[in-house]
């Protein structure tokens, strides 16, 4: 069965500190993988994808992450946190073969403290 | 084109009423997804389109909803005889499918109150 974890239900950072956020997934084909931020009450906005390719993908908001598929990770990493950057965190993954909807993990909340 | 449209944004009904979400897809997106989102989880997969066609429906869509797609352009949620446990939001998002390096587009979410 697919799935994806997201072990973190929480983590708290200062401004400006670096963040990761942790994503490990179990998938019967060859995975797309994404993340998405939601704020309050809103729908989520797509920050970075991976398809194929160079395992470092660049999104936006200064996120960037990497897949390891010997590790079934694909972490979310931000050198330097804004305080705007506090939202709720969803890692998600996909396939051709499973007609591209997408398995949610739980999601990880993320808090800035100044 | 402003993105995936979803109304109404929020909805208050009394159980055992009958519902209605509208999501309207970016437009050259052929594939729309249905997913639903309860509080402190991820989004869970409901059903989806291609273009007209309801290609797939998870279990957790009981026989109380219906999803339409009719002329492949907006879709339509039914909710039958609502119950407390429908509450949630209902997320739909849009697609061009099969396409690689696309990912969905999400809508803003209709959040259903049962009460």
């Known amino acids: 069965a697919q799935s994806v974890t997201q072990p973190d239900i929480h983590i708290t950072v200062s401004e400006g500190a670096s963040l990761e956020l942790r994503c490990n997934y179990s998938y019967g084909a060859t995975p797309y993988l994404f993340w998405y931020v939601q704020s309050p009450g809103q729908g989520l906005q797509l920050l970075l994808k991976?398809?194929?390719?160079?395992?470092l993908v660049q999104g936006i908001k200064g996120f960037e992450a990497e897949f390891k598929r010997s590790q079934s990770s694909f972490n979310l990493r931000k050198p330097s946190v804004h305080w705007s950057d506090a939202a709720e965190y969803f890692c998600a993954v996909g396939a051709r073969e499973y007609g591209n909807k997408l398995v949610f993990g739980a999601g990880t909340i993320l808090r800035v403290k100044s | 084109d402003t993105g995936v449209s979803q109304n109404p944004r929020h909805k208050i009904t009394k159980r055992g009423q009958n519902v209605t979400f509208r999501c309207d897809p970016i437009?050259?997106?052929?594939?729309l997804y249905w997913y639903r989102q309860t509080l402190g989880q991820g989004p869970e997969f409901l059903t989806y389109f291609q273009n007209e066609a309801q290609l797939e429906k998870s279990r957790l869509l009981s026989d109380r909803f219906s999803a339409e797609r009719p002329k492949g352009s907006f879709s339509t949620l039914e909710i039958q005889r609502t119950e407390q446990g429908d509450s949630a939001m209902y997320l739909c998002?849009?697609?061009?499918?099969?396409?690689?390096?696309?990912?969905?587009?999400f809508g803003s979410g209709t959040r259903l109150t049962v009460v």
């Open positions: 991976y398809f194929s390719g160079d395992t």
């Open positions: 998002a849009s697609s061009l499918g099969d396409r690689n390096g696309d990912g969905y587009t």
């Open positions: 437009s050259e997106h052929n594939r």
